[in-house]
């Protein structure tokens, strides 16, 4: 598979602790993005950046922040302030930043569990 | 806000059978529609997006923009179509990312 890659596939936190999610892309794409899964919600748009050194909101940012410091990378971190941040991360990247409702190519995932 | 429904949470059809997966959306502007797919211990795929009207493994997908509808079909199910199917629909804009629905487990049962 390749191209889009996510780490690490499982991570266990303490509750009140922060924990950083990794995605790197080798796919020269300008857009990127985390969702989040959980079972019989489908997937919830976390935050989005269309270009390096900028990034937005989705749908349930609360509890997360990003950065994207590279266009190859769009780390994820976790904090303590999110309520319920048990669930399945999906990370993912398209070639077009805006405009177009281009393909979307998806990591394999990082499934966070809080002890 | 827009919204994606998938009224199934699970379909099972018997291999062979035709199997219809629905899909509705709430967006009053020309959407963009697309079905993914994540077979098992594999990772989500874009299926097909309705501007390309294609045929993809078989699976075909028309938008109803009367009934507001992107229902994906395929005639005859095989046994490798069991996997969990995302409609998906994309209205540009401010928010750039996908709004999914909450899924349809397809299982083909032998």
């Known amino acids: 598979d390749g191209g889009i890659t996510q780490s690490p596939k499982y991570l266990f936190r303490k509750e009140g602790q922060n924990v950083t999610l990794s995605c790197e892309q080798n796919?020269?794409?300008?857009?990127m993005y985390w969702y989040r899964q959980d079972p019989g919600q489908g997937l919830r748009l976390i935050y989005y950046?269309?270009?390096?050194?900028?990034?937005q909101k989705g749908d349930i940012a609360e509890g997360y922040s990003v950065s994207r410091e590279k266009k190859e990378s769009f780390p994820l971190t976790v904090t303590s302030a999110q309520k319920n941040p048990t669930a399945f991360y999906l990370c993912?990247?398209?070639?077009?930043?805006?405009?177009?409702?281009?393909?979307?190519?998806f990591g394999p995932g990082t499934r966070l569990t809080v002890l | 806000a827009q919204r994606v429904t998938q009224p199934e949470k699970l379909l099972s059809v018997f291999k062979g059978a035709p199997v219809e997966l629905k899909c509705n959306y709430s967006?009053?502007?020309?959407?963009?529609l697309f079905w993914y797919v994540q077979y098992s211990r594999q990772r989500l795929q874009l299926l097909l997006r309705?501007?390309s009207r294609e045929s993809i493994k078989g699976f075909t997908a028309d938008l109803n923009k009367g009934e507001t509808s992107f229902h994906l079909k395929k005639p005859f199910a095989q046994e490798e179509d069991s996997a969990m199917y995302y409609c998906?629909?994309?209205?540009?804009?401010?928010?750039?990312?996908?709004?999914f629905g909450k899924g349809t487990h397809l299982i083909i049962q032998p």
């Open positions: 309705h501007i």
């Open positions: 950046s269309q270009i390096v050194n900028d990034f």
């Open positions: 998906a629909h994309y209205s540009g804009g401010g928010a750039d990312g996908l709004t």
């Open positions: 796919l020269n794409h300008d857009a």
């Open positions: 993912a990247s398209s070639p077009t930043h805006s405009g177009n409702p281009d393909t979307q190519y």
């Open positions: 967006y009053s502007g020309s959407p963009e």
